[in-house]
Structures are given as C-alpha cells and as structure tokens.
C-alpha cells in the first residue's frame, strides 16, 4: 500500500442483516473494475461464505477484518497486506453497522473496525416498505456513536418515483448525501442457508445478477463523489507506521511474524473443493511465510494424496457432499493411510466430521466417511455452538500446551457422537465453556474454526512435527 492517494477506500455496512450488503458490494467492486481500477476487498468478522463472492465471482482478492481475532494492528497489518500493489478497498460490514460481539456493545462491530481503520462508511438502507420512515432510520445511524463515521448513503429497493426526494430529504435532515440508488430489481436475491449465504457455485448466474445490480446503481451512483469519499480515508500505509505495526505486534506476540521460519520446509496438502473451502487467508499468507508449500487436493475427486508431509482439512459444506465423500473409498484409503503412519494433520469443523465414521446428510441418509477417528455426525434442528471461543489445553497434546491460548469462531448445527475433551472452549465474556477436540497420533481435530497467528508455538509445532 502506497500513500494515502493511492489507497482509496470505503466501507459497505447497514442498519441489519439481509439489506443488500453483498450484492452492493459487488457491483460497487464490478463498477471499479470497469472504471479501470484495481480493487481489493475485505470482510468484517469471520465470514467465509461472503468473500468468495468477490473471489470466485469477480477474480478480486478478499481477506477478514476481525479484531477479536487479529486484533487492532492485526487487522491494521491485514488492510496493509491485503492492500498491496491494490488501489482501491471495499470493506465489507457484517450484521448492522454498529451490532458487536455483545449486545450492549458495539465492540468487534463493522463500526469499530471503520473506526480502527479510519475508512470512511457508506450506509445501505433497505428501503423496501418504507418511505418517510427512512429518513429518521438514516439520521439515527448517522448520529449514533462517539465517531461519525456515515459519510454518504445507497438505498436499496427503492421506488424510482420517491428516490429524489427521500434523497432531499435526507440531506436536508442529516447533511449526508444519497450517492445511489437501486430500484426493486425482479429475480435478483441471494438465498441463504443455515451458515448464511449459499455458496457463490450454488447461485445461477451470479455474475450476470451482480452485472443486472452494478448496471441499475450506475444509472443514480455519483462516481466521483464516492471516490473522493474513498480518498478521505485516513493513511497508515507509510514505512514509519508500518515499523510501528510491526514493533506492536512483537509486544503483543499477536501476529508476530519474526523469526517464524520453521526447521525444515514443508509441502502441506490443503482440501479445497466444494465441501472444503472455509479458509482464513491470514492463516494461509501465516503458513507460506514460514516456509510451507500450500498443495490443494479435493477428497471428492481425486483418487489419492500428493506427495505431501502434512494436511489441513478446513471447513466447509461436507454434509451436501456426503455421497461422494463416501463413494471416493481411494482418497479415505489413503489418508486413513497417512494418518496411521504418523502425518500430522489438523481438521476442523467440516474436515472434524470428514475424519469420523459416518456422517448423515440434511436428508437424514447417513454415509460412511475415512475413519481415521471414532465418531458419528448428525445435524441438529439449531445450533451447537455459535460465535468467538478462546480454545486452551484441557489435556497434554503435541501442538497446545499449557499457558497457551489460540483464538478461535465456532458457528456449526452439525454435532457428533465424540466432539473429545482435549481442549476447553470459553466465551470471551467467560460466562460459558465447553470441552472438545480430539488428539490420536498426530491429528487433532475439532469444531473451532482457529486463528493461527494468535499462537504462534501452536502453528509451529504443528509444521515441525
């Protein structure tokens, strides 16, 4: 990242869940890719499932912002990464702008993270059913929170014949402009499972809906508004603040990246397909940057493993592939295989159920999976775990030891048979915990979605076993 001239940048939140965040996100990223921009784009909290819309769609890379994770210069040093030989971010928020990981407070929030980044935020009102109504909803937001940090205005699903004037109205009332606004566009919806959006493979003609939005929001969008705007982002970017970034996280030893080489280079193989593809990018810049070779493999298609030392098996949607996670008897010989011979293995959530007996599809069919541990999964009518955890040895293992802590998200309906006591789950307010994990040889396995760089030792024993 460059000067603050050359790292434009804005966020994308709204009032709730379910306004049109992803799509407006998308075709604000199409429109800079046709204006002739280079953009990047970043998802707040740890959400999989939205940034590969930006990915897999559009070809824009995509990374989370998460400061329960990462931290505030964790999160500062994501932006600064991610935005590299990039010209322009689009953040995306997560929930309403100001919703945190407690309901009193706005800690961990799209908000919060406008606020530690100093990024300029762009409210999307969903307008649908409401006229007059949206102009105390919009001065609310406005006016809330010690920083005011709204600096301009889409409404979403709004009638072409009250726009300019609810448009007036608002400026009149709150001093923000209305830089767009999108009329109700038929068949254009994003349908959502139980984990949040569907995956971008399952929407048909995603990238034509994208271009339908980004066309209808060019038609009202005030361009060069939004991109002056974007150049009112404030600027840590320069060599001096990037020192200090870093001599932060020595003191922190949260994303400390110094001396992190391991013994002996590693080729890693990475499941990556259609039921495996829940994967922080911070985790995966951690692991090259300590030497290891990332091999993607698929347990649905291919017949076997690489020539690989270790496997990380993230999560995913297993459960809508379990037929032909089954069926591929090859690749479960083989890593039941690797396992047996002492290759360590991490697995976590979808990869946790891979590993077990059996799984039961959505359906209640249930299908035999590699073996490598005990266990049968089934999906529940709710959810079992949901939100950050903080995961600490509960036993000896190989990988966690005691003192240590690695943060960590679990969001799951599915749940097993043997979830393991080997490590303790806490609520960050510390008000709930929970046993789970499993260590057999070199594999541990469990529900927590985990952080690497908040346990440096953690991600090191692993790539030294």
Not at 75 to 97: Q, S
Not at 98 to 104: I, L
Not at 185 to 194: P, V, Y
Request: proline share 5%; net charge negative.
């Amino acid at each position: 990242m460059g000067s603050n001239e050359s790292f434009k940048r804005l966020m994308i939140c709204a009032p709730a869940s379910g306004s049109g965040k992803t799509l407006i996100t998308c075709a604000l990223l199409r429109i800079l890719q046709r204006k002739g921009f280079k953009p990047v784009s970043f998802k707040c909290g740890p959400d999989y499932i939205d940034p590969m819309f930006h990915k897999r769609v559009l070809g824009i890379p995509s990374r989370n912002l998460d400061i329960f994770l990462a931290g505030e210069e964790g999160v500062k040093r994501t932006l600064c990464k991610g935005a590299e030989d990039r010209d322009f971010a689009i953040l995306e928020g997560v929930m309403g702008f100001y919703d945190g990981s407690k309901a009193s407070s706005t800690e961990g929030s799209s908000y919060e993270i406008s606020c530690v980044t100093d990024t300029p935020a762009i409210l999307v009102v969903n307008c649908r059913g409401m006229s007059n109504s949206i102009i105390p909803l919009v001065k609310g937001f406005v006016e809330y929170g010690r920083e005011k940090r709204i600096r301009g205005i889409i409404l979403n699903n709004i009638s072409p014949m009250i726009a300019g004037d609810i448009s007036k109205s608002i400026l009149e009332n709150t001093g923000i402009p209305v830089l767009g606004t999108v009329p109700v566009l038929k068949d254009i919806k994003l349908e959502s499972r139980h984990l949040g959006l569907v995956m971008p493979s399952e929407v048909e003609g995603i990238l034509s809906m994208i271009d339908k939005v980004a066309d209808a929001l060019m038609e009202s969008l005030d361009f060069e508004r939004l991109v002056e705007m974007a150049d009112g982002a404030g600027s840590f970017g320069d060599a001096e603040e990037k020192n200090t970034l870093s001599n932060n996280f020595a003191d922190k030893n949260l994303n400390n990246t110094s001396g992190i080489e391991v013994k002996n280079p590693v080729r890693i193989g990475i499941a990556m397909d259609e039921a495996f593809c829940f994967y922080y990018e911070d985790n995966l810049d951690l692991l090259r940057e300590m030497g290891a070779e990332l091999v993607p493999f698929s347990p649905i298609h291919d017949e076997k493993l690489s020539e690989v030392s270790h496997l990380i098996i993230g999560g995913g949607y297993p459960e809508l592939y379990a037929k032909e996670l089954s069926e591929n008897k090859s690749m479960i010989e083989n890593l039941k295989a690797a396992a047996a011979s002492g290759m360590p293995i991490l697995a976590e959530c979808g990869g946790f159920l891979y590993l077990q007996e059996s799984m039961q599809d959505p359906e209640g069919t249930k299908y035999p999976m590699a073996g490598v541990l005990s266990g049968k999964s089934h999906m529940r009518d709710r959810l079992s775990h949901f939100g950050y955890v903080i995961v600490t040895p509960n036993k000896d293992n190989i990988y966690l030891k005691d003192g240590e802590e690695i943060r960590a998200h679990e969001f799951h309906y599915y749940d097993t048979t043997e979830n393991g006591d080997i490590c303790r789950m806490t609520k960050p307010s510390g008000t709930r915990n929970w046993e789970g994990y499993r260590a057999q040889n070199k594999v541990f396995a469990g529900f927590a979605h985990l952080y690497y760089p908040s346990c440096m030792a953690f991600i090191r024993r692993f790539l030294d076993a």
